[in-house]
T-cell receptor
Framework: NAGVTQTPKFRILKIGQSMTLQCTQD?????MYWYRQDPGMGLKLIYYSVGAGITDKGEVPNGYNVSRSTTEDFPLRLELAAPSQTSVYFC?????????????FGPGTRLLVL | GQNIDQPTEMTATEGAIVQINCTYQTSGFNGLFWYQQHAGEAPTFLSYNVLDGLEEKGRFSSFLSRSKGYSYLLLKELQMKDSASYLCAVRDRWGGGNKLTFGTGTQLKVEL
């Protein structure tokens, strides 16, 4: 298993540009999440999904959109990039095993909006 | 909502023991997690507590007191590679999705 993979690893955007951050997991996990992490801060939940076709907002969803057409993929879309979206973005997936949840994180995408 | 507090920074000596505390406030506690995050890398899962008491896993142990809204992560026989940020995260039973709320992390520096 490759686990959770994210592309790209790093990207520079101009204000107003759009892009999609890709996230794929090959562990057949139902639950997937997108977080952002600003310098010296914890992780803030942007969006999450409990299964294919189902998505919901997290703590900081403004300026982002997601889709979940398959179990494996959970892309995050930025439509009009703003400097405030400069951050490191982590995708995670999780599975419940006898009531014990373990979250696996992807390597992250560093985004700089200028 | 939830509120999670942990110290911003800690320094300890190689070979020593360090305890990182986390206090939380939540309306529907359903589990507490500890993650380790090295600079520039993704968080990695360390431990999980849902019942009161101590969970031990090698050099790492995590303790939970639900009545006090308190947890700690204990690292024994510190090594230089333990220098990292340690994130406390709480799961709430309300709202669905097994979502976690993360603290801002404790930056641990291990010195010779």
């Amino acid at each position: 298993n490759a686990g959770v993979t994210q592309t790209p690893k790093f990207r520079i955007l101009k204000i107003g540009q759009s892009m999609t951050l890709q996230c794929t997991q090959d562990m057949n996990h139902n639950y997937m999440y997108w977080y952002r992490q600003d310098p010296g801060m914890g992780l803030k939940l942007i969006y999450y999904s409990v299964g294919a076709g189902i998505t919901d907002k997290g703590e900081v969803p403004n300026g982002y959109n997601v889709s979940r057409s398959t179990t494996e993929d959970f892309p995050l879309r930025l439509e009009l990039a703003a400097p405030s979206q400069t951050s490191v973005y982590f995708c995670a997936s999780t599975t419940l095993d006898r009531g014990h949840e373990t979250q696996y994180f992807g390597p992250g995408t560093r985004l700089l909006v200028l | 909502g939830q509120n999670i507090d942990q110290p911003t920074e800690m320094t300890a000596t190689e070979g020593a023991i360090v305890q990182i505390n986390c206090t939380y406030q939540t309306s529907g506690f359903n589990g507490l997690f500890w993650y380790q995050q090295h600079a520039g890398e993704a968080p990695t899962f360390l431990s999980y507590n849902v019942l009161d008491g101590l969970e031990e896993k090698g050099r790492f142990s995590s303790f939970l007191s639900r009545s006090k809204g308190y947890s700690y992560l204990l690292l024994k026989e510190l090594q230089m590679k333990d220098s990292a940020s340690y994130l406390c995260a709480v799961r709430d039973r309300w709202g669905g999705g097994n979502k976690l709320t993360f603290g801002t992390g404790t930056q641990l520096k291990v010195e010779l």
